[in-house]
C-alpha cells in the first residue's frame, strides 16, 4: 500500500491533532484542517465499489409502498455492518455502512470529539446537546424514572456529498440518532474512541417531548417547546443489529503508530 493512500494520510493527521502528547484539546484551526481532509475522501477511496451504494431494501418508512412488500420487509432486518480500520489509546478510524430504514439509536460520546463524513447516500440526523448546569425531573408516578434536559442542535436530512460534521464533549450535538433514509455509509473518526477501561461508555436515550413533563424553568423569547427534550437513559435496543465487516480499503501502516495500544486492520 502506498504511504500516500487518502486513509495513511488521515491517519497521520489525526495522529498530529490528537497526539496525547500535546496534553491539550485540538485548536479549531486543527479541527478545520482535518475536516477538510475527510471532505476529500470518496468511497472508493476505502474500499467502498460500485455494490456498495445501492442495495434493494426500498425507502423504508420514507416509501409511499413500504408496506406491501413482505420480502422487502423482512430485509429492513439486514444488519448494521462497521468497518474497522483503526484505533489507538487517543483515535479510531471507521466505516459505518446502513442499509435502508436502519437506525443508530440515540447515544451519546463523553468527552469526545467525533468528526463524520458522509460517504454515500442519504441520512436523518437528530442531535442534542446537554443543558448547562444539568436540568432533571423526575414523575410522580411509583415507576418513575429520572431525565435530564437537552436542547436540539440539529434535525435534517444530510446527503452526500456534504461537509464533515463535527461533534464536541459539550456542544455540536453530543447525543445524536442516526436513521438512514437510503443506503448510506458514514466515515468516523472518534478521539478518543469508546473505552470501558477509562469510563467512556456507550449510553442510550429515549427522547421525550418537553411538554411530557413541568418545570419552572422558561423558555427564551423566541425559543419553543420542540427546541428541547427530555432525555432518559436506556438499555442498548434489543433491535440493534450491528457486526462488524471485511474492510477492503488501504491499510494504515503499522510501522508508523506511535507509542501505546495500536490495533489496525
Known amino acids: 500500500m502506498a504511504k500516500g493512500s487518502s486513509v495513511q494520510v488521515l ?16 485548536s479549531p484551526q486543527a479541527i478545520r484542517k482535518l475536516s477538510a481532509l475527510l471532505d476529500t475522501i470518496s468511497p472508493a477511496e476505502v474500499g467502498l465499489k460500485d455494490d456498495n451504494l445501492e442495495d434493494d431494501r426500498g425507502h423504508g418508512f420514507f416509501g409511499l409502498n413500504s408496506f406491501k412488500n413482505s420480502a422487502r420487509t423482512a430485509q429492513w432486518a439486514q444488519p448494521i455492518t462497521y ?37 454515500y447516500g442519504s441520512m436523518h440526523v437528530k442531535a442534542y446537546d446537554w443543558i448547562e448546569p444539568a436540568c432533571m425531573m423526575r414523575s410522580q408516578e411509583p415507576d418513575s424514572f ?6 436540539l442542535h440539529k434535525d435534517t436530512v444530510l446527503t452526500a456529498p456534504c461537509p464533515t460534521t463535527v461533534l464536541y464533549p ?9 436513521t438512514a433514509v437510503t443506503s448510506c455509509a458514514v466515515l468516523d473518526v472518534l478521539a478518543p474512541p469508546y473505552s470501558e477501561e477509562a469510563g ?5 436515550y429515549h427522547d421525550y417531548p418537553y411538554s411530557s413533563f413541568t418545570t419552572e424553568n422558561k423558555l427564551g423569547v423566541n425559543e419553543s417547546n420542540e427546541d428541547y427534550a427530555w432525555l432518559e437513559a436506556i438499555d442498548a435496543p434489543d433491535d440493534l443489529y450491528m457486526r462488524s465487516g471485511q474492510y477492503a480499503g488501504p491499510a494504515v501502516q503499522e510501522e508508523f503508530c506511535f507509542p501505546g495500544s495500536c490495533n489496525v486492520v
Do not use: Q, W
Not at 108 to 119: E, Q
Not at 170 to 178: A, P
Not at 200 to 204: E, G, I, K, P, S
Open 11 to 26: 491517519y497521520e493527521l489525526c495522529k498530529k491533532t490528537f497526539s496525547p502528547s500535546s496534553g491539550a484539546s485540538p
Open 146 to 151: 429520572p431525565v435530564r434536559l437537552a436542547k
Open 83 to 119: 468497518l474497522h480500520i483503526y484505533e489507538c489509546d487517543s483515535f479510531s478510524i471507521g466505516i459505518f455502512c446502513l442499509p435502508t430504514s436502519s437506525v443508530i439509536p440515540l447515544h451519546d460520546h463523553p468527552g469526545m470529539t467525533v468528526l463524520s463524513k458522509m460517504l
Open 200 to 204: 467512556r461508555l456507550c449510553t442510550y
Open 170 to 178: 459539550k456542544s455540536g450535538g453530543n447525543l445524536h440518532c442516526f
